[in-house]
T-cell receptor, first 110, second 112 residues
């Protein structure tokens, strides 16, 4: 069974810093990998979707990479802002099934 | 972009009653919808996969008689929590699949 791990579980950085969130998965036979943001008590907002054939995706200050062979993905956030404070989840898709990581809780300090 | 809605967004019910949560894909047809639950400070756990016109597939440990799923059309799936108990209090999120998954805003259920 696919297992998805996110490190660190929590991260606190001062505003303006660049940061990296990590996601690892045990089964490299994935269909795609998706990064989500979740604000407290809210649903999920999709940030970036990387297909299994892709190496990275970029959207604004966000850049996600995928190394399928090593079972790793990173989410890079440039010039962090207080509004980036949230929980970030990665999820891998195997066929029609999603497996979620445990999330990284990010706090950006003004 | 694809939009998925859930109703209600927040519900409180008494122990022993049943609660129905709706999940709708507003601008696309979804042959498959998924139901997740999330306990505080934990990640989402898939409860069941719902295919239009057929029975839902439940994950191990999820009681199908307690969590009734009906995928009546290509734009609507419902989750009914029957005989709710306080331990059923959780955040329930649905998603609809069309090439990728689109998530609803979630429903917070509190059972008193």
């Amino acid at each position: 069974k696919q297992e998805v791990t996110q490190i660190p579980a929590a991260l606190s950085v001062p505003e303006g810093e660049n940061l990296v969130l990590n996601c690892s998965f045990t089964d490299s036979a994935i269909y795609n990998l998706q990064w989500f943001r979740q604000d407290p008590g809210k649903g999920l907002t999709s940030l970036l979707l990387i297909q299994s054939s892709q190496r990275e995706q970029t959207s604004g200050r966000l850049n996600a990479s995928l190394d399928k062979s090593s079972g790793r993905s990173t989410l890079y956030i440039a010039a962090s802002q207080p509004g980036d404070s949230a929980t970030y989840l990665c999820a891998v898709a195997t066929g029609n099934q999603f497996y979620f990581g445990t999330g990284t809780s990010l706090t950006v300090i003004p | 972009g694809a939009v998925v809605s859930q109703h209600p967004s927040w519900v409180i019910c008494k122990s022993g009653t049943s609660v129905k949560i709706e999940c709708r894909s507003l601008d696309f047809q979804a042959t498959t919808m998924f139901w997740y639950r999330q306990f505080p400070k934990q990640s989402l756990m898939l409860m069941a996969t719902s295919n239009e016109g057929s029975k839902a597939t439940y994950e191990q440990g999820v009681e199908k008689d307690k969590f009734l799923i009906n995928h009546a059309s290509l734009t609507l799936s419902t989750l009914t929590v029957t005989s709710a108990h306080p331990e059923d209090s959780s955040f329930y999120i649905c998603s609809a699949a069309k090439y990728e998954q689109y998530f609803g805003p979630g429903t917070r259920l509190t059972v008193t």
